[in-house]
Nanobody
């Protein structure tokens, strides 16, 4: 079992920044692929960013490329999402996810088997 707890969400103005964190506990987290997804009001959950087990490779949705940065600190069992240049359309509930089945860059929900509860990000214009 892996438990994931997100933090760092909140209210930001357009153009501002937020940093999300996702603390993992339980099974060793270091060998697993990890990612961030989000669900905006009235929409399906969508892929945001992914990082491989070592942190050496990343993948981003086109909508956040160049603005968001995913990273991980395996010594701290923590995943991060640095969000810069926030836009109102980034408003969503953000989820971190870990895959004990896949160590690469997963951009589909089916690649992940552990999910956090989500942290709300609201961007005002």
């Amino acid at each position: 079992q892996v438990q994931l707890v997100e933090s760092g969400g909140g209210l930001a103005q357009a153009g501002g920044s937020l940093r999300l964190s996702c603390a993992a506990s339980g099974r060793t987290y270091n060998n697993y692929g990890a990612g961030w997804f989000r669900r905006a009001p009235g929409k399906d959950r969508e892929f945001v960013a992914a990082v491989n087990w070592s942190g050496g490779s990343t993948k981003y949705a086109d909508s956040v490329k160049g603005r968001f940065t995913i990273s991980r600190d395996n010594a701290k069992n923590t995943l991060y999402l640095q969000m810069n240049g926030l836009k109102p359309e980034d408003t969503a509930l953000y989820y971190c996810a870990v895959s004990t089945m896949y160590s690469g860059l997963g951009d589909r929900e089916s690649k992940y088997n552990y999910w956090g509860q989500g942290t709300q990000v609201t961007v005002s214009s």
